[in-house]
């Protein structure tokens, strides 16, 4: 079992920077590929980043390249979005996921591989 807990949203100006955080708890937790989906009111939900669970390859959706990173802290169990240059069309709530399964280079890009989800924490981008 895998549990995710977001924290670092809020609001932000147009422009401006949030950090998230989802701290994981469980005790394979490195062999978790995780990643960063969202979900606007109105629309489907939306992959934003992924990490393998190798730690050396990531990805990240083309809405959001250049001004999203991912990080992660193995010993904390807590994996990082830095999110500058934030715009309006950035907000929504964001969800933290764990998959397992996955090879250790993979990074998994649909909702469906994902096992675990955290309970998502709101972002919002005033213009």
């Known amino acids: 079992q895998v549990q995710l807990v977001e924290s670092g949203g809020g609001l932000a100006q147009a422009g401006g920077s949030l950090r998230l955080s989802c701290v994981a708890s469980?005790?394979?937790?490195?062999?978790?590929?995780m990643g960063w989906f969202r979900q606007a009111p109105g629309k489907e939900r939306e992959f934003v980043a992924g990490?393998?669970?190798?730690?050396?390859?990531?990805d990240y959706a083309d809405s959001v390249k250049g001004r999203f990173t991912l990080s992660s802290d193995g010993a904390k169990k807590t994996m990082y979005l830095q999110m500058d240059s934030l715009k309006p069309e950035d907000t929504a709530v964001y969800y933290c996921?764990?998959?397992?399964?996955?090879?250790?280079?993979?990074?998994?890009?649909?909702?469906?591989?994902?096992?675990?989800w955290g309970q998502g924490t709101q972002v919002t981008v005033s213009s």
């Open positions: 990490m393998s669970w190798s730690g050396t390859r990531m």
């Open positions: 996921n764990a998959a397992s399964g996955l090879r250790p280079f993979d990074i998994a890009r649909r909702a469906d591989e994902y096992t675990y």
């Open positions: 469980g005790r394979t937790f490195s062999t978790y590929a």
